[in-house]
């Protein structure tokens, strides 16, 4: 099997997030950057697992500046065999399926991986978008993946629920928590990374149709009001009166 | 020119959410002073109600039949109305289904597109929308600068409001395409509001000690009429379904009610949570850094707190 899982570079789980140029730009002044979670942990190791089952070859790709290549070496020493990052910012979800199209339309895959969303931006939309472009089945928030013969067994989140399909031939899905357990890079995993073919590819395609007006953070909290634990007939009485969510 | 709204009908029957979106596109057109065309996918339910929410008009594609959802398919459905009936705007919910059928439609119509949006558009300078980015922990306001946009909407980010009357049901004659994908089975909890859509929200952590204490929260969150979530810790030990874990690897909700007991209020924990509109904290330790992202806090025993927590609901529903 030939995969493509796309990853993406997102802050650290624990960064203080703020913003520069007018409250217009993520300011990544001392954040610490990882592999998007989702992408991480579900998706490449789901698709290392069936390519170890299966045989074949796991691509990870991203769109990204050179600075991305630390990441991108991470995934290479999770056990992706090559990877590729096409040389530009993704500027909105649009400009990045778009080039991720256009790479597979000249590399065709077996199928592609991506993560539910990106920590960051959390938009759930560049699986849906690139399906659309290849014009491929598209199953999101896959919990599971099981090869049925030559078919594909896919169970996925619904709301309050699973729904299980099966897939014939390409198909793109995104990964979410269950399909996979993360795994840890040991050291000849990052030993080998070192020499794994890391190809740049220049952009094809950098339009984009959304512009970010601005980033606001939330009002903070005006402090907690306490309430005795002997008191709980007090505590329903300000939910139903005070802030009447009950 | 109208605004198109996608209202989801899972099992035939249209959800508190459709009626929510129903609504937001009501409004998002008569800001822009167009009619508000609403689609439904299969065989629906008492579709006309539609009308109440302020649709002008209703039309239904395959309205004998219950479809399996493929997301490529009813893509496929949602631009093609969106084009016939020169739809400026159009609609979705940012659910499941919507998350695959948002993409798949703004590529179709060459449109711009924001997902997860958390408010009205603000239509004073072009387009502008609103939703909440770095899982909770800040607001984006992004513009859509193409000519057709294509937005879901949030669950919860209004209440769905009567303002007309139920219409009669139009056919859309448009040919479905064969699925690409065979849905084998759903399962479905039945008689529980799904997390995403909850109003009222009870959850516990590892305060709970083990998944044979669950019971004290099962009876609050039944008395409040709430749906029950969890940590991630509690997920991954398998005290609590995995579809129970809300945060920035979970769920992310934003009921009008989270209760917490015996949950620190880690930083990964609150992004997903951090936009619920009231937030109560039981804890008993003082020091918990949830309390610093709560309206109200309980220091005490979980396992005392909560049994009268849920004597004090009941007092009050009973009068
Ligand atoms: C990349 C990453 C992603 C993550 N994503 C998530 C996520 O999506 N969701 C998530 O929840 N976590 C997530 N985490 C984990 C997170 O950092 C915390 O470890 C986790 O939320 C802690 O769970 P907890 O509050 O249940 O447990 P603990 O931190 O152990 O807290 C238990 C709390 O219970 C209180 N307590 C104990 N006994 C009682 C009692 N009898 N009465 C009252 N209170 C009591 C304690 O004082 C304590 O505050 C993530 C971590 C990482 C690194
Ligand atoms: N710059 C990028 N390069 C490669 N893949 C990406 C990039 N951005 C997002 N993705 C993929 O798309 C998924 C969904 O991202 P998003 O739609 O932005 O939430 C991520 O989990 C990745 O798999």
């Known amino acids: ?246 | 020119m109208s605004v198109l709204v996608y209202i989801e009908s899972p099992a035939g029957k249209i959800k508190k959410s459709g009626f929510e979106v129903a609504t937001y596109a009501a409004k998002t057109a008569k800001k822009l002073g167009v009619e508000c065309i609403a689609l439904l996918i299969g065989k629906t339910e008492d579709g006309g109600v539609l009308g109440e929410y302020g649709i002008n008009r209703i039309f239904q594609a395959a309205p004998d039949v219950l479809l399996p959802f493929d997301a490529q398919s009813w893509a496929n459905v949602i631009a093609e109305a969106a084009v016939k009936y020169h739809a400026q705007v159009t609609i979705l919910t940012h659910s499941s289904n919507g998350k695959a059928l948002t993409g798949r439609v703004a590529v179709r119509l060459q449109a711009g597109c924001v997902s997860g949006v958390n408010s009205l558009p603000d239509i004073t300078n072009g387009f502008e929308v609103t939703k909440s980015v770095f899982s909770g922990k800040a607001t984006a306001t992004y513009a859509i600068e193409s000519e057709k946009k294509v937005i879901s909407v949030m669950g919860n980010t209004l209440q769905p409001e009567i303002v007309g009357h139920h219409l009669a049901i139009e056919t859309l004659s448009i040919p479905m395409p064969t699925p690409s994908i065979r849905v084998i089975s759903t399962q479905t909890a039945a008689g529980i509001v799904p997390l995403p859509e909850a109003e009222l929200v009870v959850s516990a952590g590892r305060g709970m000690k083990g998944p044979e204490n669950w019971g004290i929260i099962e009876e609050l969150a039944s008395a409040l009429g709430a749906t029950t979530a969890c940590s991630r810790p509690v997920a991954d030990a398998g005290w609590r379904p995995h579809h129970e874990h809300v945060g920035q690897t979970g769920v992310a909700i934003r009921p009008n009610l989270y209760i917490a007991a015996g949950i620190s209020g880690a930083i990964q924990h609150l992004a997903g949570v951090n936009n619920s509109k009231v937030i109560v904290v039981i804890n008993k330790d003082a020091e918990a850094p949830f309390f610093k992202a709560a309206d109200y806090g309980i220091v005490g025993d979980l396992f005392e707190v909560v049994p009268k927590l849920t004597a004090a609901v009941k007092k009050y529903k009973h009068g």
């Open chain 1, 1 to 246: 099997m030939n995969l493509l899982v796309c990853i993406s570079k997102t802050p650290d789980t624990t960064s203080k997030i703020s913003f520069k140029n007018n409250d217009t730009e993520f300011n990544s002044d001392g954040v610490s950057f990882i592999l998007n979670p989702y992408d991480e942990w579900y998706a490449l190791v789901r698709a290392l697992e069936l390519v170890e089952t299966e045989g074949g070859k796991v691509t990870v790709l991203n769109m990204g500046n050179v600075s991305n290549d630390i990441v991108i070496r991470k995934a290479l020493a999770l056990g992706a065999d090559e990877a590729v990052r096409i040389d530009g910012e993704p500027t909105d979800a649009y400009s990045v399926a778009a080039n991720i199209a256009s790479y597979v339309q000249s590399n065709p895959m077996d199928a592609i991986f991506l993560g539910k969303e990106t920590i960051d931006f959390n938009g759930a939309e560049v699986g849906a978008m690139l399906a659309e472009m290849l014009a491929l089945p598209y199953i999101s928030f896959v919990t599971k993946l099981e090869k049925n013969g030559t078919n594909v067994l896919i169970t996925r989140e619904i709301e309050g629920g699973t729904e299980t399909c099966e897939v014939e031939g390409p198909f793109v899905l995104s990964a979410a928590k269950g399909l996979a357990e993360q795994r840890i890079p040991n050291m000849k995993g990052i030993m080998m990374a070192k020499s794994k073919p890391l190809h740049v590819i220049p952009v094809v395609n950098g339009q984009s149709r959304v512009r970010t007006v601005r980033f606001t953070l939330p009002a903070a909290k005006t402090g907690v009001k306490l309430i005795s634990p002997e008191n709980m007939d007090e505590l329903v009485r300000l939910l139903h009166e005070e802030v009447k969510v009950i």
